[in-house]
């Protein structure tokens, strides 16, 4: 039996879960509404305050998707009631971000500023050096981050570019002179 699948996932007060055809789950909280279409294989049900996922045999496709069933449920809820935010850092001399209405212009030493507007269900902030991305789809914010750190990756020598904020760059030693 899977550790994670077999947890149940509590329904917080507020939040209301509604299951329909084929296993199309609905996530309704105080931040907005999630809908996610999972997987026929398996037997979600909704019942006294709780979301429990189980397996109709152990194939390893179906102990595969109990866990990760299971979990996509409790990051919806997650969503709606809290939220998802990550934290990029920009370190370099001359980059920076700045934020006018949904559009992000990035200054990324490149010869020309790199644009990028916000997907829908998301919001990013600036302040100083750090970028804020926050929204209830955990997929989304985890996307929509990776996209703005890969406008320039940090480099190994310097340390400059985008990087998450809990993220350590492995730092390398430059060139030696001859002697």
Known sequence: MSRIGKQPVIIPDGVTVTLGDNNLITVKGP????????????????????????RPSDLKRHKSLHGLTRTLIANMIEGVTNGYSKVLEINGVGYRAAKAGNKLTLTLGYSHPVEMI???GLTSKVEGNKITVS??????????AAEIRSKRAPEPYKGKGIKYETERIRRKVGKTGKK
């Open 118 to 120: 916000d997907p829908d």
């Open 31 to 54: 931040k907005g509404t999630l809908e996610r279409k999972l997987v026929d294989d398996m037997n979600i049900a909704v019942e006294e305050g709780q979301v429990v996922v189980t």
């Open 135 to 144: 929204g209830i789809d955990k997929e989304k914010v985890g996307q929509y």
